[in-house]
Every structure is written in structure tokens, then in C-alpha cells.
């Protein structure tokens, strides 16, 4: 069965090459806009967007995967910073504290357009940084694509003192949960 990844991030093409697995990457170029305000719901609502826009723009059979990523602080989401004053802003408020990284899946199966969504969440203590600190990071760059202005994959390992759950899930995809939808739901398996 062929596998279509709608996703523009390299972290999830990476996660899934990881696995040995041959996909296509198809981006979907939908607005990242949802009006659901738990995040779990927005997450698999905005992931749902992403598979779905890409299932249907194609004639063959394929499993479509669509996922999305954002940090939430007691209830402020943070998607990815604009600038490096909005960068500042946010691991500020992130610093010395506990936040959640909630990752939605959907995988749509394009021969009858079944799909199925879900979400996997993790906690991410981030270490006490001085101002100085804060700044440095962001000159690394690296923060400016990601949800929270950081990469716990990158130089952002320096500034996580701990996790709860799933690794992966903070890089972009939980791919642990995704082979499970895949073997359940779709009957696809990856062992
Ligand atoms: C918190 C965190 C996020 N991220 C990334 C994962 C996501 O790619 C990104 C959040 O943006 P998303 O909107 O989830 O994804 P994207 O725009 O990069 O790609 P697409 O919509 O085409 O699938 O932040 C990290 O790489 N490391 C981290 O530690």
C-alpha cells in the first residue's frame, strides 16, 4: 500500500525514513486554522485538514498521514514564534516550568475515505535560563519553525531538564502510535 506523508517538516520525514518505511511527501498547504480551543481537538481537527486536503487531490490508493504540533502553558497555546522578539516571549514563559506538547494524527485511507484521528501528549519541563541564555538560543536559529520557539531534537536538548511521555511526539509525530492506528484501523503493518 502506498504510504503519502502531507507534511512540509523534515522532522517527520526523517521520523518515518527512520523506520525503513517508503512513502511520498505530499504537501497539503491548508491554513492552519481551527476554531476547536481544547488542543487536543484542535491538533487531530488541524491534522485532519492537512491528510484530508491531500487524500483528496489524489487518483491512487494510498494511506494518507497528516499531523500538527503546538505547546500549551496553562491554556496559552504557542504555534511557532513570528520573530525573535515573539521567540523571546515565549520561551520566557516557558522557562523554570512544565508545559504539554500535544501532537494530532489522521491517516486517511483514499479508497473509501476512512480515516482516523488522534493525539498523543507529552511533558516537557524546560530548565531556569537567564535572559542572556534565552537570547543565545534563538541565535542558534533553530527555533523559528518550531511550536515554543525550540528543538528538543537540537541545541534545544540543552534547555530541557526532563520529559513525560512519548520523545517523538515532541519532534512532530508519534510514530509509536501511528504503527498502532496503521495495524488496528487500516490493517498496515510496519513489522
Ligand atoms: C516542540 C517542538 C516542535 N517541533 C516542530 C514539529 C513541527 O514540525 C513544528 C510545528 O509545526 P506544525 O504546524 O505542526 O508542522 P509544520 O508546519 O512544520 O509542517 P506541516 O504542517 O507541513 O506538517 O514544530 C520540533 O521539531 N521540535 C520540538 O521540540
New binding site residues.
Given amino acids: 500500500m502506498k504510504i503519502v506523508l502531507a507534511?512540509?517538516?523534515p522532522?517527520?520525514r526523517e521520523l518515518l525514513s527512520n523506520l525503513g518505511l517508503d512513502f511520498e511527501v505530499i504537501?497539503?498547504n491548508v491554513e492552519?486554522f481551527s476554531s476547536e480551543k481544547h488542543p487536543s481537538r484542535y491538533v487531530m481537527d488541524l491534522s485532519f485538514n492537512?491528510a484530508m486536503s491531500v487524500a483528496k487531490k489524489l487518483k491512487e490508493e494510498a494511506i494518507v498521514i497528516g499531523?500538527?504540533?503546538i505547546?500549551v502553558i496553562e491554556d496559552k497555546v504557542l504555534g511557532?514564534p513570528k520573530d525573535r522578539d515573539e521567540a523571546f516571549i515565549m520561551l520566557k514563559n516557558l522557562q523554570g516550568r512544565v508545559h504539554t506538547?500535544y501532537t494530532g494524527i489522521t491517516i486517511v485511507r483514499t479508497k473509501d475515505f476512512k480515516y482516523v484521528s488522534d493525539f498523543e501528549e507529552t511533558k516537557v519541563w524546560i530548565k531556569k535560563l537567564e535572559d542572556e541564555e534565552i537570547f543565545n538560543y534563538i541565535d542558534t536559529g533553530e527555533g523559528y519553525?518550531?511550536?515554543?520557539a525550540?528543538?528538543?531534537?537540537g541545541v534545544?536538548a540543552l534547555i530541557v531538564e526532563k520529559i513525560e511521555g512519548d520523545y517523538f511526539n515532541?519532534?512532530?509525530l508519534p510514530i509509536s502510535k501511528l504503527f498502532d492506528i496503521l495495524k488496528r484501523e487500516f490493517d498496515v503493518r510496519l513489522l
Fill in positions: 507534511s512540509k517538516s522532522r517527520r504537501e497539503s492552519e492537512k499531523a500538527d504540533t505547546v511557532k506538547v519553525d518550531k511550536a515554543g525550540y528543538a528538543i531534537q534545544g515532541v519532534v512532530g
